[in-house]
């Protein structure tokens, strides 16, 4: 196995706005990757595409906190998910507040098929009032359908990793009604909150363990604390059985461990036999492709390599979200350029948009 280095202490260390460009682009480009039908990599899937409208509603709160005036950010995320629900094609309530159309819904309005209306989001988006903690939807459910989207509340910086937790568990609660659910969406976005800070893999998966080990669902601190044994000692998640499905919709804690043990074990150097990877150019005759551009090329070099066996693996675990998150987190760790350009066309462009959004907001550009 070849040891993916650390990013050395000196310029190779991503910017914050690296950072941020690295984590989106991951997730998109993943998500892309893994859809079973090549002609729906033009849109997103609904989870991916929610991390999306998750940037843009956090910015919206943002905005408003940086003119001094205090919002919700519960409240904003609700509104962002609303105008993607109308957005997709979902029977929203008459009653539901309509907010005003934002550059992301003109940008993504062309890329075709309806949300899933059977799906958590699209039973819980369909409503006039929004789902909490203390009033929970969908009570059931436990899936992963809310764990893309909790993504971005890790990249905001100069917060708590308490406060990015508590973003996205309000946030998972909007759709999903049961406390497992909350809890793995907080404690991704502890994971990601720790990468963005510059933490490794394996202190950034430490506070997400002890995000788990304070929630009252001990099944998810027993996956994330077994992942993070595994994946220390270099050993790629388990696929899942046949017949286990392709799609999203399997448990939150099952999903995350799959995604984190994917992400530590790479970082320790494991990497899939060259057969499992997809096929395309060897690594070292790839070139760097900016995020966004409408190349599908890879970046060159063993971080690439590493990407691509983390989101093979975790997906093979956990399904394609658990891909997708793992993307993600090695594009938070190791920034934008270790990430393949998301190749579709409005999908790239809202990338670049919303990702330029958040790091106008938080003051990301002044670091890089």
Known sequence: MTSLPHPAPDSAVPSAAA????????LLAADSQLRQDPASAARPADEAELALYTVDGLVEALQWANDGVSADETACLWLAYLRWARLRGLPVDDGAPAAPARPLDRLLAGTGAAARPDAPAGRALILSDMGTTGRPVNPAADDDGALLRSVPAGLIPYIPEEAAARIALNGAALTHGH??????AAALAAVVHALAEGRAPQAAVSAGVGVAVSAPVPELA??????EAEGAAGRLPVPAPAGAGDGSGRRADVVLAAAVQAVLAVAAGAQLPDAQLPDDQPADEEQNQPVGSSSAVRPAGPAATSYRSAVRAAAAAGGPVAGAAAGALIGTWLGDEAVPAVSAAEPAAALDLVAADLI???GSAAEG
Do not use: E, N
Not at 179 to 184: E, K, Q, R
Not at 222 to 227: K, N
């Open 222 to 227: 027993r996956a994330l604390a077994s992942a």
């Open 179 to 184: 406390p497992l659910a909350w809890h793995a």
């Open 360 to 362: 106008r907001v938080t």
């Open 19 to 26: 950072r941020i460009r690295g984590c989106l682009a991951g």
